[in-house]
């Protein structure tokens, strides 16, 4: 039987990369996935979003494989630290966004984490508190101070606060322009939420934080306060704590990542269920609608904004 779950790319999983495809464009010019959390009122932003768990969950691991073996080579973690199956998982991963860029076989050749946070976490709830720095006796209370302004911050801006990780790219690909493709990307994303405030752990090896700096990251300070690199015993390497903020990217990248942010309503995004608490983008009565009628997408249908409305008798 086939497996609906493929209908993004109907090879993908099978490695056939001659007929490969999304839609009617070939994958080859379209080699990019999203990956997203539970099914809510996100959808709009989005012309076509694929609702299939077995999907989400196979292209998740392999991610998550890419990750262990890039990070094992590089030598930032241990055997140890990875699931039976060889996989390097983040505690954030199953309600993150995952950015995923695919070679032309339709395998996973770098990825990149966009986890957003409701403002009521507490601080020892982000990444960031894990840190080497954050557990610092000299530096990590002015890092608690730092991270809580910034998230603030956000919140009197009416944004979201997000933490950026889970990089990781191919070598062969590193020094190609892939290496900024991937974080434009998550710039445009912070836009299409409607703008976010940022923090990110990178590391100094392979240039990654001085990339994430170019496109317009900056060092995190509290006051006149700036943090230093420092070493985390955690991934074996040196890092920064990089701060972003969506309305103030590097000028020279500003058009590039309107364009990723503009390319972005046309990703092909792969959800893997719904919220619980899922309501429709209009009022209760979408949701009502659905769990009476019984029409939520079936594992593998691929749901537009257009079919939403239309099951539910309105448009927008």
């Not at 993004?8 to 070939?26: D, L, T, V, W």
């Not at 956000?154 to 190609?176: Q, S």
Request: charged share 25%.
């Amino acid at each position: 039987m086939t497996n609906p779950g493929l209908s993004i790319h109907s090879a993908h999983m099978e490695g056939n990369h001659i007929a490969m495809s999304f839609g009617s464009r070939p994958l080859k010019s379209d080699r990019m996935i999203l990956l997203a959390p539970r099914f809510g009122d996100w959808h709009a932003s989005f012309d076509s979003v694929e609702v299939d768990a077995i999907h989400h969950r196979h292209l998740l691991a392999e991610a998550q494989r890419l990750r262990a073996r890039i990070y094992l080579q590089d030598g930032a973690i241990q055997r140890g630290q990875l699931s039976p199956d060889g996989r390097f998982v983040h505690s954030h991963d199953d309600h993150s966004w995952h950015l995923l860029l695919l070679d032309a076989y339709g395998r996973v050749s770098g990825c990149a984490r966009y986890r957003l946070h409701n403002h009521h976490v507490s601080f020892s709830e982000l990444g960031v508190s894990t840190s080497a720095l954050a557990r610092c006796l000299n530096w990590g209370e002015s890092l608690r101070h730092a991270v809580e302004s910034k998230r603030a911050e956000a919140r009197r801006r009416g944004y979201v606060y997000a933490e950026l990780g889970g990089w990781a790219l191919i070598e062969e690909m590193r020094h190609t322009r892939e290496m900024l493709r991937l974080p434009m990307y998550i710039c445009g994303l912070m836009k299409t939420f409607g703008g976010a405030l940022a923090v990110s752990t990178a590391t100094i090896r392979n240039r990654s934080s001085s990339i994430l700096r170019k496109l317009g990251g900056h060092r995190l300070h509290w006051g006149d306060i700036e943090f230093p690199t420092y070493y985390d015993p955690q991934y074996a390497c040196h890092m920064e704590v990089l701060g972003f903020d969506s309305d103030f990217p590097n000028p020279k990248y500003t058009s590039w990542i309107q364009e990723c942010h503009r390319r972005l309503r046309h990703i092909a995004v792969v959800c893997g269920g719904y919220c619980e608490d899922w309501k429709g983008p209009i009022s209760t009565r979408i949701r009502t609608h659905f769990e009476k009628q019984q029409q939520k997408p079936l594992v593998g249908e691929r749901l537009s904004s257009s079919d939403l409305y239309s099951r539910c008798g309105e448009r927008p």
